[in-house]
């Protein structure tokens, strides 16, 4: 059975920083696109990155675009997200996920067929 583990939320003011972990277990995510989604309250699920298989080709939604960088280490199974410059409006449940098999569009979130729990990011104005 598939688990994707978040962690590394928390509170932060604006402007800040943080570094959300998507630890997975029960399959070995090198060979998969993953990406990370959040959910504000009251909204939808949104994507905000994804990252291929081999870190070759990453994407981002406009909004984080400059401020947050996804990666990987296959070795540990992990994938990352940097937040910098973080602003209210980020205030969400980020979320990680696995892709399928073939993921022609990184940023739907038909594309995925495993997430974790979510980790609370709360910014302060």
């Known amino acids: 059975q598939v688990q994707l583990v978040e962690s590394g939320g928390g509170l932060v003011q604006a402007g800040g920083s943080l570094r959300l972990s998507c630890a997975a277990s029960?399959?070995?995510?090198?060979?998969?696109?993953m990406g990370w989604f959040r959910q504000a309250p009251g909204k939808e699920r949104e994507f905000v990155a994804a990252?291929?298989?081999?870190?070759?080709?990453?994407y981002y939604a406009d909004s984080v675009k400059g401020r947050f960088t996804i990666s990987r280490d296959n070795a540990k199974n992990t994938v990352y997200l940097q937040m910098n410059s973080l602003k209210p409006e980020d205030t969400a449940v980020y979320y990680c996920?696995?892709?399928?098999?073939?993921?022609?569009?990184?940023?739907?979130?038909?594309?995925?067929?495993?997430w974790g729990q979510g980790t609370q990011v709360t910014v302060s104005s």
């Open positions: 029960g399959r070995t995510i090198s060979r998969y696109t």
């Open positions: 990252i291929r298989w081999n870190g070759g080709s990453t």
């Open positions: 996920a696995n892709g399928r098999t073939v993921v022609p569009d990184p940023t739907a979130d038909a594309s995925y067929d495993y």
